[in-house]
DNA sequence: TATTTATGTAACGAACTAGTCCCTAACATT
DNA sequence: AATGTTAGGGACTAGTTCGTTACATAAATA
């Protein structure tokens, strides 16, 4: 047989000429995908490292990683980055307060329901009583990010008049994820125990509009 | 030494004079109650049947049980029983209809708070896509009481004109859950990732009295 | 009294699983 | 080209874990 000069995509093709750095990259990505389809599924217990490739990439993990929970930190790592990252893009400046909150919850809501990978690894964590999350150091100076930002808008809603005085800021961020999360989290219990479904786009799209009215209704109620 | 009679709380204590039935519950419900902390600790791959007590219990778990997913299935049906049993004595009869759904919010709040073993549970559930919560048929009928009281809690509130029109009873449910269920869901990654206490009694009572806010700004508010 | 039911103790084995060892190939350096 | 370094393929292992079984015995029931 000779050798086929093909740039065709093999899953079994040697990418020749890669420097050990690029290497590297690309052998921990690579791993990292397939460990968090894994972590995500089947939970830090649950999931089995064997399964997590075969035993060729098995051996790459050990080689990359100290072990499975480092592998499991990994992963972690990256989808709460990834989250963050995507906060940071939505446009909070334009329009009244209110405009500017509502565009942050809908885009919350499609957040977590596009991305049930985060959500499942963050409700894996809280079974863990987070014992992983305190282990990655990057992580808590980031998520004062998403506060400022609140801390922000709240303070234009006063000034603007819509809001009424005393928001924290920290507890608009818990009232909007928990309602958001929960969505994602909870949607297998709560589709069967009250036969709905969660998932369509027409649900999705209510229900990004319905937090929205939920917390803005409780922003700007004055009593 | 001489046999001791005492009445005194000895766990090696023998219970003489019990009939097969009587046995038989005492030793499913010493099951259960030890299977439950330990599940709700690790999960259902992470709990280690040989972990769950000594080698006496082990024997009558096979004894009673076909095997750990028919112990873990008891355990999530009586939890869920519990909750379901607690919702049923809610007074939402007193009163106008907005003091019974505050009454009904802050008992959900506290409910969640005072069991996190059932929140444990459910969030397992979901990570396994309530594979086993559709094994166990009693379920799903008990489940529409909530619904229904709440239906006859919003038919009040628009009676007495303090809620606005066409809320649906199950959209109320889930966004009152939501929340209450969060708290509890997500203390640990939240309370590391803000530095914040939810556990307090104090941060407790503000929360519950917050998601009654929340909920009922929203269904009373007029646009 | 005889029989069934329940349970304490020990041990077992088959299947599984995280992690390791050896060896070869690919790349880097001189 | 020769030698060293980094990367990884395949098999193996040491330790667990679930589920079972054997055996003894005591208590409830017929």
Request: proline share 3%.
């Amino acid at each position: 047989m000779p050798k086929a000069s093909s740039d065709a995509p093999d899953p079994k093709a040697k990418q020749p000429r890669r420097s050990h750095a690029e290497a590297r990259e690309a052998a921990i990505a690579q791993i990292v995908d397939i460990a968090t389809q894994e972590f995500v599924e089947k939970g830090l217990a649950g999931a089995r490292i064997d399964e997590i490739a075969g035993k060729a990439t098995k051996r790459k993990i050990y080689y990359y990683f100290e072990g499975k929970e480092e592998l499991y930190r990994a992963v972690l790592e990256r989808a709460y980055r990834q989250v963050r990252e995507s906060e940071a893009q939505v446009d909070i400046a334009s329009g009244t307060a209110v405009e500017a909150l509502r565009r942050l919850i809908e885009h919350d809501v499609h957040y977590h329901a596009r991305h049930p990978e985060l959500v499942r690894l963050v409700m894996n964590e809280n079974i863990h009583r987070a014992q992983h999350l305190k282990q990655i150091a990057a992580l808590p100076s980031r998520n004062h990010s998403v506060i400022e930002i609140l801390a922000q808008l709240i303070a234009r809603g006063e000034a603007e008049g819509s809001f009424r005085a005393g928001i924290d800021p920290v507890e608009l961020h818990l009232n909007m994820t928990a309602l958001a999360f929960y969505n994602v989290s909870n949607q297998f219990t709560f589709a069967h125990n009250f036969g709905v479904d969660m998932t369509s786009e027409t649900a999705l799209a209510r229900r990004a509009s319905q937090v929205a009215d939920i917390i803005i209704a409780w922003v700007t109620h004055k009593d």
